[in-house]
């Protein structure tokens, strides 16, 4: 029998969406938008004629140069409800430029899990977006694949090695190097590889994580030179020896193979707003798993260019932000001037008891109870020595009692609420936030980290559970107590911790919102990211493959007759 299909109705871009409103935008070429900060055409390589690469030998000319200021925007715990920390970091670096003042904007490359997955894209919204957001959003100039095959190029090596007579004895059941891929799919956490005989190498228990939450990827994010890089791959601990030695990835004579796969992607990616500011858009790695914030080389190359700098770091500050300035400014010597931290009125009636599908209707006492999420961001913040000022994403729901409600419980903190509107007039609508931030980045920087390098690891552990979450207890299986032992004993213990949680709470249990206190923090497991420079502690229940929703966001995602993408936001 002969079947025959139809093919399915051609779908267009529907005219509201983020998509739209970036496609309404003609871009401007990428060396006009480089020259805006001074950037010669032979400093940039060009992707097409509206995205752009630094070069390395270009960026070693800027390190004399004296620093712009550093501003960076997090957020409340996030909410299916929404916040727009993307959207708010794009406005106000819009704002800025606005006013006159030479801008750029660092952020980091979306990852084709959370595209393809609940998020969708991230590149921000409304009239506040990156563009050419859908390349951006999709394999943009190749970054997170070239990561991806350098990790798998060194997972492939380790297990060759292993076949071709394992000189370095290594123990098969404690290699700790897993293969990964950049998309959601939970099948794969864990695997058997080397099935099918002698052939195909030994069987072993493997697994996947997704690219984002390699150390390849923080280690991208981390490294400020090209040699750094290379020295940081060849520390990195793939497993040990049957003697229990620790084995480096620089053992197995690879690192100059996955150097040459990153070398073009470590230069730092160049592209504009739709108001034209010059925006750096470079790495990726996930703030609930790894260390949340864009790659230094962009934000050092940023700063020596721009006298405003304005970066975000993921999810709520109790992860992105904190990691970010016990991380990435630690090893960078960054000091930001400034910290935005964005909320809105649905999000805070979320934390405030509210379900999503409630959310439509004026709620004050849920508006109150919420916003103790956003206090406790706040205070948290202050921790760190930053002055620190609200940006309240308004949405056309929000009353005017309710933006009272929130701006009155801030005050009593002495903390400025701004209402932007930045996703509908994009950096028109945050012109007060701008000029505050400003103002605020015009007095020295006070900021330092929240525990010294000496404090030993457990003692990181709880200060942030203690300090951050609000945790009244932290509990250690035995396998992470006896790792955090053996960590110390190698000399790991100066090392940074880079806490693995839950985005959703504060606390390891995602349904607990708002700011609860007094939780216990269980830490389940601890692994240690020596390239990277500092050590994991995997809290709770969360993962480092994620999976797909119920209804991902790949389903409603097409390409019109024109060519044309949509159903990326």
């Known amino acids: 029998m002969h079947m025959t299909s139809a093919l399915p109705p051609a779908r267009h871009l529907d005219p509201s969406s983020d998509a739209a409103i970036a496609g309404s935008v003609t871009p401007l070429p990428i060396e006009d938008v480089a020259a805006r900060l001074g950037i010669p055409a032979d400093g940039l390589y060009r992707y097409g004629p509206y995205k752009g690469k630094l070069a390395h030998d270009y960026i070693r000319t ?223 790695p996930f703030a609930n798993i790894a260390h949340g914030c864009n790659s230094v080389i962009a934000t050092r190359a940023a700063l020596k260019l721009a006298d405003y700098v304005v970066t975000e770091a993921g999810f709520g500050a109790d992860l992105g932000a904190e990691k970010f300035l016990d991380i990435k400014c630690r090893q960078a010597g960054l000091a930001p001037d400034a910290a935005v931290v964005v909320a809105t009125v649905r999000a805070l009636k979320m934390h405030g008891g509210v379900p999503v599908k409630q959310l439509g209707g004026e709620n004050l006492e849920a508006v109150r109870l919420g916003t103790a999420n956003l206090l406790r961001h706040v205070e948290n913040m202050r921790k760190f020595g930053l002055p620190v000022v609200v940006a309240l994403n308004r949405f056309l729901t929000d009353t005017p009692a309710e933006i009272d409600a929130v701006t009155a419980a801030l005050s009593q903190m002495g903390v400025r609420v701004h209402v932007c509107a930045h996703w509908a007039e994009g950096g028109a609508g945050a012109l007060a936030l701008a000029e505050d931030v400003r103002a605020m980045c015009a007095k020295p920087s006070s900021f330092h980290t929240l525990y010294p390098d000496a404090m030993p690891l457990k003692e990181k552990i709880e200060t942030i559970a203690r300090e951050i979450y609000r945790a009244g207890e932290v509990t250690f299986t035995g396998a992470a107590t006896a790792r955090l032992k053996e960590l110390e004993a190698a000399g790991f213990g100066h090392l940074p911790v880079c806490m693995a949680k839950t985005q959703y709470s504060f606390s390891a249990d995602p349904t607990l919102r708002g700011a609860p206190e007094g939780h216990v923090l269980p830490v389940r497991e601890v692994r240690l990211s020596a390239g990277a420079g500092f050590v994991v502690a995997l809290t709770g229940d969360v993962m480092t493959m994620p999976g797909l929703p119920s209804v991902p966001a790949a389903e409603g995602m097409f390409v019109d007759p024109e060519g044309v993408i949509g159903g990326l936001s």
């Open 62 to 284: 800027l390190e004399p140069r004296a620093n712009g200021k550093l501003i960076l925007v997090t957020a409340i715990s996030p909410t299916p409800a929404g916040e727009g920390k993307t959207t708010t970091t794009i406005g106000l670096g819009d704002a800025l430029a606005r006013l006159g003042e030479k801008t750029a904007i660092c952020l980091r490359e979306p990852s084709l899990g959370p595209v393809f997955g609940a998020k969708g894209g991230a590149t921000g919204g409304g009239r506040a977006q990156i563009i050419p957001m859908q390349d951006i959003n999709l394999h943009f100039t190749g970054d997170l694949h070239a990561i991806s095959a350098a990790h798998n190029l060194l997972a492939a090596l380790i297990d060759n090695h292993i076949y071709w007579g394992n000189a370095l004895d290594l123990d098969a059941r404690r290699i700790s190097w897993r293969r990964v891929v950049d998309l959601n799919d939970r099948a794969l956490r864990q695997v058997i590889v080397g099935l099918g005989g002698p052939a195909n190498g030994f069987p072993r228990e493997d697994g996947f994580d997704i690219t984002v939450a390699s150390e390849v990827m923080a280690i991208f994010c981390l490294a400020r030179t090209l040699e750094e890089l290379e020295a940081r791959l060849s520390r990195m601990v793939v497993g040990q020896a049957r003697d229990r030695r620790m084995v480096a990835a620089g053992e197995l004579k690879g690192i100059g193979a996955m150097l040459a796969l990153l070398r073009d992607a470590f230069q730092p990616n160049l592209v504009q707003t739709m108001e034209h500011t010059p925006a750096f858009v470079h790495g990726g």
